[in-house]
């Protein structure tokens, strides 16, 4: 019996490297045929990157090779920094919304399981969670240590709590919160007192970073995206609070009004901010704030609603909303392409399914006027620095999150969509050669 037991000891460390991240990591040389590493002007040319213990070590021409290096052949590939999304909602999705009523924190876990597998897949070795649907605890903090202890797929996450959010507000789901949850532990709260607390009971819950629902949104009942949720002093209060305790805010804002509060407030990233004005994406630019535009989310259907395309499987509030805003969405995208605010690369997965590919954003960007390489960057060292991780570039010293795709993305941006091969921290989760 005792025998049985230690063999099945060792059967299961035996099966541990296949488990990947919690496992040693060996050295790796990829030769890669053309590449990008997330700062230069363009494509570098072919390059071999030499991967020790999870890092980038060495990148040139010809790199050393230790001994029991595995060679990664990508010579017929392009290489680029694996992708990283700010703005996802991992306990959400189209299944997620479908079934809300009977929904609990167990099945957005389930959820979560599934985004995590279809992100890495796609290409994304980071995301930053920008709203955690649990309703009577937090799922996206359990999400990350399966990660990282190798029981699930899935990228590095970046957690952000719930969405603070005042009553009525963007993230207020009171009518679906369960018999004993009260509105205030999913941080539904006002005045500056409950925004103070609301801040901390996310932080010692394992927010790194705090989520304010500044204004309205398109799917939310009860508001509009230009209604502001907060005073200036419940917004600045926020910050003040997380900045206490050495965290950043990001907010939630569509309007103009809304956007230029966070600016005031001093918030670290603007998320979405689709009906700002020149003159308040100017603001942000000058304060070296971040803007994660989601334009998957928010533009594609501001397109779809200006040619006449409404889409009859939305509640009709959410029609009327796309119907009165499009034209100023499209106005203020194209306002953010001549900008010089910062980007940051975001989809807003979650709030529509995870089945579809997040890289499809980069394309979005680019026909929205954005620069490929303005594109590229958000996606990868842009978005790095703002969340700042030692990721999204590839050089000496980095995580060695690495993805590959068939042809260069400044050719053809749709490139990114086609991700073949996916290593995050030295370790390869996709290998489609
Ligand atoms: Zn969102």
């Not at 539904?188 to 932080?203: F, I, L």
């Not at 979405?272 to 004005?277: T, V």
């Not at 989809?347 to 394309?363: H, I, M, R, W, Y």
């Not at 929205?368 to 700042?388: V, Y």
């Amino acid at each position: 019996m005792r025998h049985v037991f230690v063999s099945l000891l060792m059967f299961g460390m035996l099966l541990l490297p296949s488990c990947a991240s919690a496992a040693s990591k060996p050295s790796a040389v990829i030769l890669a045929g053309n590449y990008w590493d997330g700062v230069s002007d363009g494509p570098l040319g072919a390059a071999e990157i030499l991967v020790v213990d999870g890092r980038i070590a060495e990148v040139g021409k010809s790199v050393a090779r230790p001994e029991g290096a595995r060679v990664i052949d990508l010579s017929s590939k392009f290489v680029m920094p694996g992708f990283i999304d700010s703005h996802v909602h991992l306990t959400g999705g189209a299944r997620f919304f479908a079934n809300t009523m009977g929904g609990n924190d167990a099945s957005l876990t389930l959820n979560g399981v599934y985004a995590c597998g279809q992100l890495l897949n796609n290409g994304f070795t980071t995301v930053r969670d920008a709203g955690d649907f649990s309703f009577a605890f937090w799922v996206v903090p359990e999400l990350k240590k399966a990660v990282n202890s190798g029981i699930i797929r899935g990228p590095r996450i970046v957690t952000g709590g719930h969405m603070i959010s005042a009553v009525g507000g963007h993230f207020d789901a009171a009518g679906l919160v369960r018999n004993g949850v009260s509105l205030e532990q999913v941080s539904v709260v006002e005045g500056v007192d409950g925004v103070r607390r609301a801040v901390h009971n996310e932080v010692s819950h394992g927010a790194e970073w705090v989520k304010i629902a500044g204004s309205g949104g398109f799917m939310s009942p009860s508001d509009g995206p230009e209604d502001v949720s907060y005073s200036q002093e419940e917004m600045s209060a926020a910050v003040a609070a997380a900045r206490d305790i050495g965290k950043h805010v990001f907010v939630h804002a569509y309007g103009d009004e809304a956007v230029r509060r966070a600016v005031v407030a001093g918030v670290r990233s603007v998320e979405h901010g689709s009906l700002s004005s020149a003159a308040t994406l100017e603001m942000l630019a000058q304060k070296g704030i971040w803007l994660v535009p989601t334009q998957i989310a928010v533009v594609v259907n501001a397109r779809a609603t200006a040619e006449g395309h409404v889409d009859m499987s939305m509640p009709e509030y959410v029609r009327e909303k796309n119907a009165k805003f499009s034209p100023r969405i499209l106005e203020c995208a194209g306002n953010i392409a001549k900008s010089d605010v910062k980007l940051a690369f975001g989809t807003d997965l979650g709030t529509f399914d995870f089945s579809v590919n997040g890289a499809t954003e980069f394309a979005e960007m680019v026909r929205n006027g954005i620069a490929p390489l303005r594109a590229l960057k958000a996606g990868t060292s842009a978005a790095a620095e703002m969340l700042e991780l030692n990721a999204g570039v590839i050089a000496a010293g980095k995580n060695a999150d690495l993805v590959a795709m068939p042809g260069s993305p400044f050719d053809d941006i749709s490139a990114t969509e086609k991700v073949s091969f996916v290593m995050k921290g030295g370790v390869v989760f996709r290998d489609e050669r």
